[in-house]
């Protein structure tokens, strides 16, 4: 493997990110990129929860409802330091 293709292999892996699968269906989710920092859980504690019984990190266990709910989760979304938390509604 040649430099050019160690650079974007490296790259590769670190654009990779996956869905929890705790999360509910949706428009916001948390990915694989969580490092249980607790922020989200504060910000928004009608949306977000630990998986205590698994692997420990965050994920969405309901959907913002009201406004005001949306406002907690999109301040959880632009405040995460891992860049975990997505509101695309994607399956990745
Ligand atoms: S703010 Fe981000 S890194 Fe912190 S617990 Fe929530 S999803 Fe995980």
């Known amino acids: 493997m040649n430099y050019e293709n160690e650079k974007l292999n490296d ?10 699968p705790k999360n509910v269906a949706g428009k916001y989710y948390v990915n694989d990129n969580c490092i249980d920092c607790d922020m989200c859980r504060e910000f928004a504690p009608a949306n977000f929860a630990r998986d205590d019984e698994g692997d420990g990190l965050s994920f969405v266990f309901k959907q913002p409802g009201t406004l005001g709910e949306e406002a907690q989760c999109k301040e959880a979304k632009e405040g995460c330091p891992a860049e975990a938390i997505s509101d695309d509604g994607g399956i990745d």
Do not use: E, G
């Open 11 to 20: 790259r590769f892996v670190f654009m990779t990110t996956h869905k929890l």
